[in-house]
């Protein structure tokens, strides 16, 4: 069993940037499929980024692509979202997500596909 910490969450201004942390304990993220998702007052909890098992692929909701980016320091064992040019819509609770997964599995886009989620950090953009 995985546990897993988010951190680094705050209030920032639009245009700001700001980076999530999520760290893993008890086994090591190279064993996972890894994901961020949000979830804004009132709505769903959505995709937002994932990283392959072997870490050779990285997706994005339309919503965010250019903007964030996922990776992993696995000495750390630790996956960070870099969230840039941010805006009052990405206002949400990030979680992250660890789900078993096969080497060769691609990424990871559903809620359903994990196993293990943080108990997120709260990312506020201003106007």
């Known amino acids: 069993q995985v546990q897993l910490v988010e951190s680094g969450g705050g209030s920032v201004q639009a245009g700001g940037s700001l980076r999530v942390s999520c760290a893993a304990s008890?086994?090591?993220?190279?064993?996972?499929?890894m994901g961020w998702f949000r979830q804004a007052s009132g709505k769903e909890r959505e995709f937002v980024a994932a990283?392959?098992?072997?870490?050779?692929?990285?997706g994005y909701a339309d919503s965010v692509k250019g903007r964030f980016t996922m990776f992993r320091d696995s000495a750390k064992n630790t996956v960070y979202l870099q969230m840039n040019s941010l805006k009052p819509e990405d206002t949400a609770v990030y979680y992250c997500a660890a789900g078993f997964a096969p080497v060769s599995a691609p990424f990871y886009t559903g809620s359903s596909q994990y196993d293990y989620w943080g108990q997120g950090t709260q990312v506020i953009v201003s106007s």
């Open positions: 990283i392959t098992r072997s870490g050779d692929n990285t």
């Open positions: 008890g086994r090591m993220i190279s064993s996972y499929a």
